[in-house]
């Protein structure tokens, strides 16, 4: 059927979301999810946008990442609590973040460097919103912090640095708890974080 998700591989945690923790050779579908739009695959779990713009997870959830407002893991897909219109998605090792219809940002799971964007190191199990962010377009995550562009091809950088909350710093530019420009990936068209701390890979493609 349309949108469906079928995965494969190691799944000890559900992550696969086929009703059980099998390891599977080949591709399995996921089950009773349907009409799905996007896929992101974190730390052993995995996420799904559909297409009314809510999320829907399943897999290891020790630090709340499925987002439904428990950390008890789930071998099949479970509904993200309080999310709707979700328009992008994207996974990182324990945390998960959603570009909402109005361009702003949403995120849940392991906030222990502040990845989440709200000014503190709370782990949450359901989304709350990331500060002084608005107008996105993508985002992606690494294993401890989020990047996104914003329509206008600006990149923000939210990451962990020298054991505090920080964010990417820009030619000059000082520290601060939420989303900060970073002056020299100006124009973006397309960007990537890498599973690693301090890498973000930004292209401008004319």
């Not at 359901?126 to 002084?132: D, E």
């Not at 030619?171 to 890498?194: E, N």
């Amino acid at each position: 059927g349309t949108g469906v998700v079928k995965c494969w591989g190691y799944n000890s945690y559900g992550q696969l979301g086929d009703g059980t923790a099998t390891d599977r050779h080949t591709p399995v579908e996921v089950a009773g999810l349907s009409g799905a739009t996007a896929v992101t695959a974190g730390g052993a779990f995995t996420c799904a946008l559909t297409s009314g713009g809510e999320a829907k997870c399943w897999g290891y959830n020790s630090n709340g990442q499925l987002g439904n407002n428990s950390t008890g893991e789930s071998h099949t897909p479970v509904s993200v609590s309080g999310l709707s219109g979700a328009t992008a998605i994207s996974a990182g090792d324990m945390h998960t973040c959603a570009i909402t219809g109005t361009g702003g940002v949403k995120c849940w799971g392991y906030n222990g460097y502040g990845q989440l964007g709200d000014n503190t190191t709370v782990n949450r199990v359901t989304p709350v919103a990331t500060l002084s962010i608005t107008n996105l377009s993508q985002i992606s995550l690494g294993i401890y912090h989020t990047c996104g562009v914003r329509r206008d091809g600006t990149v923000y950088h939210q990451r962990y640095e020298k054991g505090k909350v920080a964010t990417a710093l820009a030619k000059i530019g000082k520290t601060k708890g939420t989303g900060t420009k970073v002056a020299f990936f100006p124009d973006a068209s397309i960007f990537s974080t890498t599973r690693f701390e301090w890498d973000i890979l930004a292209a401008r493609l004319r």
